[in-house]
């Protein structure tokens, strides 16, 4: 189910980046971002209050509190220089740029959690970063 889940992830990831290229046009990036994060924010929290998932508020520590906020900063960030990005460039470029968030996702799984890493592991990695080389490669 969880590959699933991932498809669908990626399909609207691809989907956001195109919709975001044509929404951005004549607006500030920052301003777009904010936009995008209140919507966002009232899916999200619409999805919670009706699956009922807001009953385990209560039970987040401390730990999962200092992560999941500086997560959403990370996320924030990204989003923030990720449409400055598509505001000056081309779409398909910095989206295979963005990915390169694979490859460093890969290695910090490594290091940090004791993911797994294997040889296939390595030459996905490879591959992606190859791909984006050359794909950016004027």
Same mark, same amino acid.
């Given at each position: 189910?969880?590959?699933?889940?991932?498809?669908?992830?990626?399909?609207?990831?691809?989907?956001?980046?195109?919709?975001?290229?044509?929404?951005?046009?004549?607006?500030? +990036?920052?301003?777009?971002?904010?936009?995008?994060?209140?919507?966002?924010?009232?899916?999200?929290?619409?999805?919670?209050?009706?699956?009922?998932?807001?009953?385990?508020?209560?039970?987040?520590?401390?730990?999962?509190?200092?992560?999941?906020?500086? +997560?959403?900063?990370?996320?924030?960030? +990204?989003?923030?220089?990720?449409?400055?990005?598509?505001?000056?460039?081309?779409?398909?470029?910095?989206?295979?740029?963005?990915?390169?968030?694979?490859?460093?996702?890969?290695?910090?799984?490594?290091?940090?959690?004791?993911?797994?890493?294997?040889?296939?592991?390595?030459?996905?990695?490879?591959?992606?970063?190859?791909?984006?080389?050359?794909?950016?490669?004027?």
């Amino acid at each position: 189910m969880w590959k699933l889940f991932a498809i669908l992830s990626a399909v609207f990831a691809a989907l956001t980046s195109i919709l975001a290229k044509i929404g951005i046009k004549g607006v500030d +990036s920052n301003l777009a971002t904010a936009i995008r994060t209140v919507v966002i924010i009232v899916l999200a929290w619409g999805i919670v209050l009706s699956t009922g998932g807001y009953k385990g508020i209560t039970n987040l520590t401390k730990q999962n509190w200092t992560f999941l906020i500086l +997560s959403g900063i990370a996320t924030g960030l +990204s989003w923030v220089f990720y449409y400055k990005a598509i505001s000056l460039g081309q779409v398909a470029q910095v989206a295979l740029i963005d990915k390169l968030s694979i490859v460093l996702t890969l290695i910090l799984s490594f290091f940090i959690l004791k993911e797994d890493f294997t040889i296939k592991t390595f030459i996905a990695g490879a591959l992606i970063t190859s791909g984006t080389i050359l794909m950016i490669w004027k």
